[in-house]
């Protein structure tokens, strides 16, 4: 059994309530997307791919509803020097990647990267599995609500620069929003928040969680960010 498991007293569990009224359109998110909704990368149907999964955590600041994010050490070797979502890997000891192994698997992660208690967050929703095929993974975005915020900071500096959360006012906020190039002529949506530029797979599941939660506000499309090759 896990740490993270532990501390919530037994299996880990999906609950929506008591939640805050301003998630309902996050819930109805979690409850009515379709995966191609928020990506066209989807699982290989022959299975492959590294099963892990990310905590999308939202908790409420001082500015208001905010979210939980993190830069990845620049000395990695996969999406380096990259803000994400805390997560990583399933571990066997997670349990089943079918189930409730995500769930525990987020938690974990969370709590290894940032230091967070997961006594103090409330899952209430999985969104469909991605896949990220720069590096192979399938992604179970596992979504919670900060119920006892608890101190964070980088817990181990050869795996993260630095922990920050973001109002999500900011993500919703026109200025702050563009289109990223990749080399390759990838394009896809970015955030500059917190002397941060999100992009990515991270930078994809919130503009969708935005889009469809209704609170995307009408932002500049054409304005672009180049992304450097080495990404």
């Known amino acids: 059994m896990t740490r993270a498991s532990e501390t919530q007293g037994g299996p880990v569990t999906l609950s929506t309530e008591g939640l805050p009224e301003w998630l309902d359109p996050v819930v109805r998110v979690v409850e009515t997307v379709e995966p191609?909704?928020?990506?066209r990368f989807l699982p290989p149907k022959d299975g492959a791919g590294r099963q892990s999964a990310v905590l999308v955590l939202f908790g409420e600041g001082e500015r208001g509803p905010e979210l939980l994010l993190m830069e990845r050490a620049s000395s990695l070797r996969s999406h380096a020097g990259q803000p994400s979502f805390p997560g990583g890997a399933l571990d066997p000891e997670d349990g089943d990647?079918?189930?409730?192994?995500?769930?525990?698997?987020?938690?974990?992660?969370?709590e290894e990267e940032t230091g967070l208690d997961p006594a103090g967050v409330q899952l209430f929703g999985v969104l469909p599995r991605l896949y990220i095929p720069v590096s192979g993974?399938?992604?179970?975005?596992v979504l919670g609500w900060w119920r006892e915020p608890t101190p964070v900071g980088v817990v181990d500096p050869n795996e993260t620069a630095r922990v920050f959360t973001v109002p999500v006012a900011d993500l919703t906020h026109p200025g702050n929003r563009a289109t990223t190039v990749h080399p390759s002529g990838h394009r896809g949506p970015a955030f500059l928040v917190e002397s941060a530029l999100v992009w990515?797979?991270?930078a994809g599941i919130i503009d969708r969680v935005l889009h469809y939660a209704g609170w995307e506000r009408p932002w500049d499309r054409d304005k672009q960010v180049p992304l450097d090759w080495r990404s």
């Open 137 to 141: 993974f399938v992604v179970t975005p």
């Open 200 to 202: 990515g797979f991270t």
């Open 36 to 39: 191609l909704q928020l990506s």
């Open 97 to 110: 990647p079918k189930t409730d192994g995500p769930l525990r698997a987020a938690l974990r992660e969370a």
